[in-house]
């Protein structure tokens, strides 16, 4: 008689339940290795399941280093962008941070990870189909300590201001205004600015504003107030 091994036993041999995409993304992050990005990130991006931030048909590409649709004509961040974002912004436990462009949720995921259960994401979204979906996965995904809004992000959320970190994931014509007031002393932001040819911008407020360019992007744009019409 064959005995079917129980999922139990297979866990035990180490063996992935089908479909949990384990390997897929170590695989994903050790490509990502050698790339400036530390350990505490790699870590970070290895425990969030990315399959759970697409949608369902494109799951089986969830862990290439590529962008993917998500709907409403936007895309998910390749996972060495969102690597490179968060290990610029120096995440720390207990940090509070404000995202702008949620989008699927899974950025916002990566830098729950990274704050851990002390801090928390604010994260604004201007469709509400995809406030929906970013709520679904990251609900799908077990993340509580991220809050998905409904609005326009370029005016920030001044009723949760001031932000140790704030992250931009679409493209803006400059640093909106509301954003550098709601930013700490102390604090740091990561942008995309430019319409056809961006630069990623890592801007550190202290007694004046520091603006390190980080290089040629590229993203879908900001739209909003203090964004794109
Ligand atoms: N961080 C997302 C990437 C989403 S792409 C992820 O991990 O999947 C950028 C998102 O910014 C899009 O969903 C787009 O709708 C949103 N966006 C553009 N302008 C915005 C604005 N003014 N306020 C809020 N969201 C905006």
Not at 12 to 27: A, F, I, L, P, S
Not at 99 to 109: K, L, W
Not at 207 to 226: A, S
Request: hydrophobic share 40%; with cysteine.
């Amino acid at each position: 008689m064959v005995k079917l091994k129980s999922h139990r036993d297979s866990m035990k041999e180490g063996k992935v339940e089908r479909g949990d995409y384990k390997e897929e993304r170590e695989r994903m992050v050790a490509l990502l290795r050698g790339q400036g990005i530390g350990i505490e990130v790699l870590e970070a991006m290895k425990r969030v399941k990315r399959h759970l931030f697409v949608p369902p048909d494109l799951r089986d590409q969830a862990y290439g280093d590529y962008p993917l649709p998500i709907g409403e004509g936007q895309t998910i961040s390749a996972p060495h962008m969102v690597a490179l974002m968060c290990e610029y912004l120096e995440l720390e436990k207990g940090d509070k941070v404000l995202e702008v462009g949620a989008g699927s949720g899974y950025h916002a995921a990566v830098i729950a990870e990274l704050i851990g259960s002390e801090g928390r994401v604010y994260t604004i979204e201007r469709h509400p189909y995809l406030v929906d979906f970013a709520i679904r996965n990251l609900n799908k995904a077990g993340y509580e300590n991220v809050v998905v809004i409904l609005g326009d992000g370029t005016l920030g959320l001044p009723e949760h201001a001031p932000f140790d970190k704030i992250c931009v994931t679409c493209a803006a014509p400059a640093v909106p205004p509301p954003l550098l007031e709601q930013l700490k002393t102390g604090g740091k932001m990561v942008i995309p600015i430019g319409r056809f040819a961006q630069k990623l911008y890592l801007v550190k407020k202290r007694n004046g504003i520091e603006k390190q360019n980080k290089g040629g992007v590229v993203f879908v744009p900001l739209v909003g107030r203090f964004g794109f019409r």
